[in-house]
């Protein structure tokens, strides 16, 4: 079993950045492909960016050259360096862990899931 735990998450002006984490405990995440998600108000849940095991990210085109997601050495944390934020960016942002398989934007198919950090970006 593997519990994440967001943080990080705060009120940001435009332009500002922010860096979110995504702590696992129970075992290391590195075998395990991780997505972080966001879900603003009356809107799906979408992933933002991802990191699968050996490394290979994704990023949505809304944040591609904005957002960084990467793994510390230990492999038990997933951050998702925000950049230039824009009020666009609000939202709760969500880390999750899928056991098998790669990166997918299907919400279902991620085993495990934090609780949410909110990020709100003023104008």
């Known amino acids: 079993q593997v519990q994440l735990v967001e943080s990080g998450g705060g009120l940001v002006q435009a332009g500002d950045s922010l860096t979110l984490s995504c702590a696992a405990s129970?075992?290391?995440?590195?075998?395990?492909?991780v997505g972080w998600f966001r879900q603003a108000p009356g809107k799906e849940r979408e992933l933002v960016a991802g990191?699968?095991?050996?490394?290979?990210?994704y990023y949505a085109d809304s944040v591609k050259g904005r957002f960084t997601i990467s793994r510390d050495n230990a492999e038990f944390t997933v951050y998702l360096q925000m950049n230039s934020l824009k009020p666009e960016d609000t939202a709760v942002y969500y880390c999750?862990?899928?056991?098998?398989?790669?990166?997918?934007?299907?919400?279902?198919?991620?085993?495990?899931w934090g609780q949410g950090t909110q990020v709100a970006v003023s104008s």
């Open positions: 129970g075992r290391t995440l590195s075998t395990y492909t």
């Open positions: 990191i699968r095991s050996g490394g290979i990210t």
């Open positions: 999750a862990a899928r056991t098998k398989g790669g990166l997918t934007y299907i919400v279902a198919e991620y085993d495990y």
